[in-house]
Each structure stands twice: as structure tokens, then as C-alpha cells.
């Protein structure tokens, strides 16, 4: 997911989209690809809007031995939902295996292998990773790890408004790393549409059939450098040993 506006980066993305601030001399889309590379993945779509042809001169100039396309977002942004729906056709071409969705501003140590094999065995449609870190926001799971809603820290606000809590419901942060199967994301163009919406939508919908449950993983680390002190922190991090 490569299309954002880069806001909370400005002014640096005044200049370059976000998938192109370099960290170490490397930026956040080749560090995001070599990971997932080296992890077995050889297929890969960037959605584009933001300075798209920037992107697409860096994807076309530069080779990771794995196939890339885009999926062209430039007539409008539409969000981590709409975007993941415009590009079905581009997704499930050749078959129907589920889909590794991952932000481009995350960095992790974690194999989200575990995260496709969940979805392979068709307990569940859409499998998150989450984790015990700080966030303003959260989401809300059931003792069996099922999404139930989500929680706005700093404002106190739930979705949904009228949720029924459990002592054994626990509060994790997403991370932006997660799998959709097809059936999934089917069921989301059916109740979203082919418009502009963010995935969390999808997943508090109330009308949602599909299964969605979190993953956590033993000693994750997980850093969002789309902020400018995370930015500052993974250069750090980087400089002394690849974490990540």
C-alpha cells in the first residue's frame, strides 16, 4: 500500500511520495520488498498515487528479481479498502490463493507467513497482525481472538457505539500488516462498493459475514516510520544493527 498523501511526514513529502523516503539509504518500498522477498514472496502489486510517476520510475529503474505491477490509483485516491478492491483484478489473476496486504511505511521482523497459512486453511477470511504496542487506537478482540470493534483512546470513542465488552476482551494495536482471502475481499466490494473507503470500515461493518482475527507473534518488532520521530528512530535503530 503505497498511495498515501504522506501527511504526517510533511514537508519531506512535499517534494517525493512516501514509499521513497530513504532510511539508510534505502527506501521504504525497496526495504518492504527485499523483506518480503527474502521471505518467499515473488509477486507483488504497488497501488500509486501520490508523485505515481515517481514510483513508477523507481520500480521500472530498479530490479529485485520478482515480478511487480501497479495498480494505478492517479484518477483518485481510494483509500486502504477502496484501493485493495480496485486492484482484484490484479490480485487473483492466476489463481485464488489468499493475499499478503502490507503498509509501506511499517517495518517488522515478522514472517507473515504464519498470517497466509491461517487464511490457507479456511478457518478465516482476514487474518491481522497485532500487537501489545503503544497506539491511540486499538482494536477490540474476543477471547478467541475474533474482531469485535475498536477503541479511540485519546477520544474515548467506540465502534461499534453499542458494543458489549467481556472480561476476557483484550485490546491490541493493528500494524498494517495483514492477509485477505478472496472470499474476503469479495464479500468487501460487495458491501463497500468500488468507492473510496478506508479497510477498517470493512472489517467494523456490522453486515460483515467473513471471519477477521488477530495474530499476535512472540518478540515482534514492529516500527511505523510514516511519523517523523519513528522516521528518526529506525535510522538510529538501522545504523547500529538491521533490526529489521
Known amino acids: 500500500m503505497s498511495a498515501g498523501l504522506g501527511t504526517r511526514l510533511k514537508p519531506i513529502t512535499d517534494s517525493i511520495p512516501k514509499a521513497l523516503v ?10 518492504v520488498i527485499c523483506s518480503l522477498r527474502d521471505k518467499g514472496f515473488d509477486y507483488f502489486i504497488v497501488n500509486v498515487f501520490h508523485f505515481a510517476d515517481m514510483i513508477k520510475e523507481f520500480l521500472d529503474t530498479h530490479h529485485f528479481g520478482v515480478e511487480i505491477v ?18 482484484l483484478p490484479l490480485i487473483f489473476r492466476d489463481n485464488d490463493d489468499p493475499v499478503l496486504i502490507h503498509n509501506v511505511d511499517i517495518l517488522s521482523n515478522a514472517n507473515p507467513l504464519f498470517l497466509m497459512n491461517s487464511v490457507s486453511e479456511g478457518k478465516d477470511s482476514a487474518a491481522l497482525l497485532v500487537s501489545q504496542r503503544d497506539s491511540t487506537r486499538k482494536l477490540i478482540f474476543d477471547n478467541n481472538n475474533y474482531l469485535k470493534g475498536w477503541h479511540n483512546l485519546k477520544e474515548n470513542i467506540y465502534k461499534p457505539t453499542d458494543l458489549k465488552f467481556e472480561k476476557s476482551d ?10 485477505f482471502t478472496k472470499k474476503g475481499i469479495l464479500e468487501m466490494a460487495n458491501l463497500m462498493g468500488e468507492t473510496k473507503f478506508p479497510v477498517m470500515d470493512y472489517f467494523l461493518n456490522q453486515k460483515r459475514q467473513q471471519t477477521v482475527k ?25 545504523r547500529i544493527s538491521d533490526t529489521f
Do not use: C, H
Request: glycine share 12%; hydrophobic share 40%; net charge negative.
Open 22 to 31: 530513504q532510511i539508510q539509504n534505502r527506501t521504504m518500498l525497496e526495504r
Open 70 to 87: 501497479v495498480s494505478d490509483e492517479s484518477a483518485g485516491l481510494m483509500d486502504t479498502g477502496g484501493g485493495i478492491v480496485k486492484a
Open 170 to 179: 483484550k485490546e491490541l494495536a493493528f500494524s498494517g500488516i495483514y492477509t
Open 214 to 238: 488477530g495474530f499476535e507473534l512472540d518478540n515482534l518488532n514492529i516500527l511505523d516510520i510514516g511519523k517523523p520521530a519513528s522516521l528518526v528512530q529506525a535510522s538510529e535503530i538501522l
